[in-house]
């Protein structure tokens, strides 16, 4: 079964447990979480206090996608704030990469490295026997509701033949029933979606279709 991971940064950020819940109900695990600290992205959003506020207030896995410079020095702050998935960026950590999958894996968390859409797998591939995710972006990160990328999704054929078959493989990004059909037949099974599940006028049936492309 496909996990599928609504991305927070389009629900309504006043009623946030309320607009979580629903996604619950109608089948999401977890729930996608996105950090961007106005450097590594043109774009502020959230960071650990949140992730610390929701991890009582939902029962969905806390699925944090850092998308800042020097994640190093921050991915203790989201350990302790609860995230139960920590991904952060290949174009971020600077020859760091080794130590933050070792931090987030000390600490019985899942560890997921992301690239951009112009990061070419081989810039990861050492570190796919460490990790338990890989997230390929579909659109540039920074902000929701952009168009899909379908080059960049080819991506995921490549990395599914070099790792092993434990390891999730995210896509974000423009993703609706269409565009994850593409990155499913490529071997993805965990979904991001932000504007397709929260501006759905029927999220049931957004996040149903997602489950089972
Ligand atoms: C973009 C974020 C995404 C975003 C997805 O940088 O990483 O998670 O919220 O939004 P949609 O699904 O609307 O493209
Ligand atoms: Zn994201």
């Known amino acids: 079964m496909n996990i599928v991971s609504p991305s927070i940064l389009s629900a309504d950020f006043a009623n946030l447990q309320k607009e979580i819940l629903k996604t619950e109900n109608f089948g999401a695990k977890w729930c996608h ?12 959003t959230i960071g650990a206090p949140v992730v610390k506020s929701l991890k009582n207030a939902v029962k969905a896995k806390l699925d944090v996608h850092l998308m800042i410079e020097n994640p190093l020095k921050y991915i203790p702050d989201f350990i302790s704030a609860g995230s139960d998935i920590i991904t952060f960026h290949i174009e971020a950590s600077k020859g760091s990469a080794s130590e933050c999958i070792k931090l987030i894996k000390d600490a019985g968390k899942l560890a997921g490295i992301s690239i951009k859409p112009g990061t070419p797998v081989n810039d990861i591939k050492e570190y796919l026997s460490l990790l338990d995710m890989v997230l390929v972006m579909t659109v540039e990160p ?18 599914k033949s070099l790792a092993s078959d434990k390891l999730i493989i995210q896509v974000d990004g423009g993703i609706n029933a269409d565009t994850a059909k593409i990155c499913a037949d490529y071997g993805a099974n965990c979904f991001v979606a ?6 759905n006028p029927d999220m049931e049936n957004a996040i149903k279709s997602l489950l089972a492309v």
């Open 142 to 159: 920074g902000f929701s509701g952009q168009k899909f990328m379908p080059d960049a999704a080819k991506k995921i054929k490549e990395i």
């Open 33 to 44: 979480i996105d950090v961007m600290d106005g450097h590594f992205v043109p774009n502020i």
């Open 194 to 199: 932000g504007n397709y599940v929260y501006k």
